[in-house]
């Protein structure tokens, strides 16, 4: 008798491709000779630099902060010199201040890691203060400071607590093999959130695709009952939080601004959660993260440990370079990623991917033609919008109907373009209604 998974209304098939990199253990990649450490790795305000050019650092010692509330310290990822504090280009598109850090060959820690008082044992507060000052942000692509998500204002009590590790972006293994690799300390770091929130249920979703972490995790999580791993139906966007949340408590988020702490749930990624346990346990501060590079347009795919900061080309380079007539290269999935212009864009907080994809990956782009009215968008959206009256309405500039049909419930995650017949830029469509609402909305006075 077949097991029904658990998923959610609507969602797309499209092809994985994750054979192309999930048999690839995690390789620690060749320390680079200079790193490019952007100010700005995460939502919120940017870091400020605390260090000038020419000053000498160590591996893990903080280089870059803020006062602001929604903002993450960052910390040199190598031992070596500062020898320039510049705008460069950043994975956004744009040239943002970064702080570049040649390599001294030697990369000697400022802190060594090393196991500390057992975390069950400490205070919500200290542990927060640990995360912080760990610069940890969430590392699912959302990049929001993780402390920040585990402040939650009183009157918003949370009984739960979802792992992400669906991982439901194609060509993406980096989340899949840190949980094949490493799952007890995954579930260490779910246990820490545990005792942050004073939560007693924790759960981790892995799409069925993935049966060896689901093994795995399964197996770390056997001697802790508050803790279970839920299979889940392979279905695109199924990592997004609010389709999680609807799949695993049967709880649905009101539309924004409400949150998922609203529902009582904070999500985390898998990889958020490792990053955690080693910064609670062994006092190490996030200088690196696991980042799948693939594609048909790589040579060798793999999954690298990557010291942030360090150049696509060189991870590029450590995978064999390009095969083939590459014709784009994303930093994150095909569905979500960001294009990118140059390989001289530094690897930050929020990489989970570099993927360089052939012509043959990338169909000519056909021009866009009217709605037909099909209604597979539809069908396809799991926020259960009409994608194609939402998008009309914004290329018409009729921003108070596209608000009014929720237009701002969007997660931008391609569905409705990728069903689409008709080849409409329903996507850009909405993130222009979505910008202009809400710049229009900073501009009122209030009340």
């Known amino acids: 008798m077949s097991i029904k998974l658990k998923t959610f209304l609507g969602g797309i098939h499209p092809p994985d491709q994750k054979q192309l990199s999930a048999s690839h253990r995690i390789e620690d990649a060749p320390l680079p000779k200079r790193v490019y450490l952007p100010l700005t790795q995460h939502i919120g305000a940017p870091a400020i630099a605390r260090v000038k050019v020419g000053q000498k650092?160590?591996?893990?010692?903080?280089?870059?902060?803020s006062e602001a509330l929604i903002c993450a310290p960052i910390h040199a990822s190598i031992s070596g010199t500062v020898v320039d504090i510049k705008n460069?280009?950043?994975?956004?598109?744009?040239?943002?201040?970064?702080?570049?850090?040649?390599?001294?060959?030697?990369?000697?820690?400022?802190?060594?890691?090393?196991?500390?008082?057992?975390?069950?044992?400490?205070?919500?507060?200290?542990?927060?203060?640990?995360?912080?000052?760990?610069?940890?942000?969430?590392?699912?692509?959302?990049?929001?400071?993780?402390?920040?998500?585990?402040?939650?204002?009183?009157?918003?009590?949370?009984?739960?607590?979802?792992?992400?590790?669906?991982?439901?972006?194609?060509y993406l293994t980096a989340d899949?093999?840190?949980?094949?690799?490493?799952?007890?300390?995954?579930?260490?770091?779910?246990?820490?959130?545990?005792?942050?929130?004073?939560?007693?249920?924790?759960?981790?979703?892995?799409?069925?695709?993935?049966?060896?972490?689901?093994?795995?995790?399964?197996?770390?999580?056997?001697?802790?009952?508050?803790?279970?791993?839920?299979?889940?139906?392979?279905?695109?966007?199924?990592?997004?939080?609010?389709?999680?949340?609807?799949?695993?408590?049967n709880r649905e988020v009101p539309p924004p601004p409400a949150l998922p702490l609203d529902v009582g749930v904070v999500v985390q990624n898998v990889g958020t959660a490792y990053a955690i346990y080693e910064?609670?346990?062994?006092?190490?501060?996030?200088?690196?993260?696991?980042?799948t590079v693939s594609g048909r347009g790589i040579k060798e795919p793999k999954n690298l440990r990557l010291r942030l900061g360090t150049l696509f080309a060189e991870a590029i380079g450590y995978c064999g370079g390009f095969q083939g007539?590459?014709?784009?290269?994303?930093?994150?999935?095909?569905?979500?990623?960001?294009?990118q212009y140059t390989t001289r864009v530094p690897v930050i907080k929020g990489t989970s991917?570099?993927?360089?994809?052939?012509?043959?990956?990338?169909?000519?782009?056909?021009e866009a033609s009217h709605c037909i009215n099909c209604g597979l968008c539809v069908r396809a959206c799991?926020?259960?919008?009409?994608?194609?009256?939402?998008?009309t309405f914004c290329e018409k500039g009729l921003l108070e109907e596209a608000e009014a049909y929720h237009v701002l419930d969007c997660i931008e995650c391609g569905s409705c373009v990728y069903v689409c017949p008709a080849k409409r830029h329903l996507v850009h469509l909405m993130k222009y209604g979505k910008s202009a609402i809400l710049a229009k909305k900073r501009k009122q006075p209030k009340a």
């Open 57 to 65: 650092v160590l591996k893990g010692e903080k280089i870059a902060d």
């Open 88 to 170: 460069h280009p950043h994975p956004s598109g744009s040239e943002v201040p970064t702080i570049i850090i040649e390599s001294d060959g030697r990369d000697l820690w400022f802190q060594e890691p090393h196991n500390g008082q057992d975390p069950l044992e400490l205070g919500p507060e200290e542990i927060r203060g640990m995360i912080r000052e760990a610069g940890i942000v969430g590392l699912g692509g959302a990049a929001f400071p993780t402390h920040v998500k585990l402040s939650p204002p009183e009157g918003k009590p949370i009984d739960a607590i979802i792992l992400n590790g669906a991982e439901c972006e194609p």
């Open 176 to 249: 899949y093999r840190l949980m094949v690799e490493k799952a007890k300390e995954i579930v260490q770091g779910l246990r820490i959130l545990l005792h942050v929130l004073g939560v007693e249920r924790g759960y981790i979703g892995i799409e069925a695709n993935k049966p060896e972490a689901i093994s795995a995790m399964s197996k770390a999580a056997s001697s802790f009952p508050q803790i279970e791993v839920v299979s889940l139906k392979v279905r695109y966007p199924q990592g997004a939080e609010k389709q999680l949340i609807k799949t695993i408590l």
């Open 279 to 291: 910064a609670v346990s062994l006092r190490k501060p996030l200088i690196e993260r696991i980042v």
């Open 325 to 339: 007539k590459v014709e784009k290269i994303l930093m994150g999935g095909p569905m979500m990623g960001l294009a």
């Open 353 to 366: 991917g570099i993927l360089v994809l052939t012509k043959e990956e990338c169909p000519q782009a056909a």
């Open 382 to 391: 799991p926020m259960r919008l009409v994608p194609s009256l939402i998008g």
